[in-house]
């Protein structure tokens, strides 16, 4: 059972559309991180979010924090091709501190 | 700085056979990760070490042995192979443990036949 859920699992769309991937849990998380992956790479960190309700904008990149800090979402406004890839977000809970639980990811593929 | 370097890059086993993968990173990271990444699985931590000398089990150490001798290094052992153990595997080291980045590898692409 994985312990946080990613949806969609795959999206494809158009370059200049809007998109948004959620992560959700039923676990309380104290901090959520958001990362992207490219092919033959490992992740590499966007964001880390760390209070309940907070939202963090990174140029087209909208993250928000669930309130009760079971959930999280990326949106991206205007996608482009370059913003390609697997996102990936992966959350701390108070028990497990050192360790980081990843979601499934989303496997994003913007068209040109 | 090369970051977190990962050796080798590519490998094919037989069933049972043993290997031994390493990681070296250059930012005097305390803390030090191996995951493993299996399509639709996302990441899974195998072990992970909190400094030298020091090792912890993660969500999937069965089959798996960690050496972290030096602060730099973080060796991950497969003693006997399985088909199981097919996937990508990625270290990780961050400077401490908690709501820290973590920096991870290229990842090393195991086949295990």
């Known amino acids: 059972t994985q312990l946080l859920e990613q949806s969609p699992q795959f999206l494809s769309i158009q370059e200049g559309e809007n998109l948004t991937v959620y992560c959700n849990s039923s676990s309380v998380f104290s901090s959520l991180q958001w990362y992207r992956q490219e092919p033959g790479e490992g992740p590499v960190l966007l964001v880390t979010v760390v209070t309940g309700g907070e939202v963090k904008k990174l140029k087209r990149l909208t993250f928000q924090f669930g309130d009760a800090r079971k959930d999280s979402s990326l949106h991206i406004t205007a996608a482009q091709t370059g913003d390609t890839g697997l996102y990936l977000c992966?959350?701390?809970?108070?028990?497990?501190?050192?360790?980081?639980?990843f979601g499934s990811g989303t496997q994003l593929t913007v068209l040109p | 700085n090369a970051g977190v370097t990962q050796t080798p890059k590519f490998r094919v086993l037989k069933t049972g056979q043993s290997m031994t993968l390493l990681c070296a990173q250059d930012m005097n990271h305390e803390y030090m990760y191996w995951y493993r990444q299996d399509p639709g699985m996302g990441l899974r931590l195998i072990h992970y070490s909190v400094g030298e000398g020091t090792t912890a089990k993660g969500e999937v150490p069965d089959g798996y042995n960690v050496s972290r001798l030096k602060k730099q290094n973080f060796l991950l052992g497969l003693e006997s192979a399985a088909p199981s153990q097919t996937s990508v595997y990625f270290c990780?080291?961050?400077?401490?443990?908690?709501?820290?980045?973590?920096?991870f590898g290229p990842g090393t692409r195991l086949l295990v036949l």
């Open positions: 992966a959350g701390r809970t108070s028990g497990s501190a050192r360790q980081l639980t």
């Open positions: 990780a080291s961050s400077y401490s443990g908690t709501q820290e980045t973590q920096y």
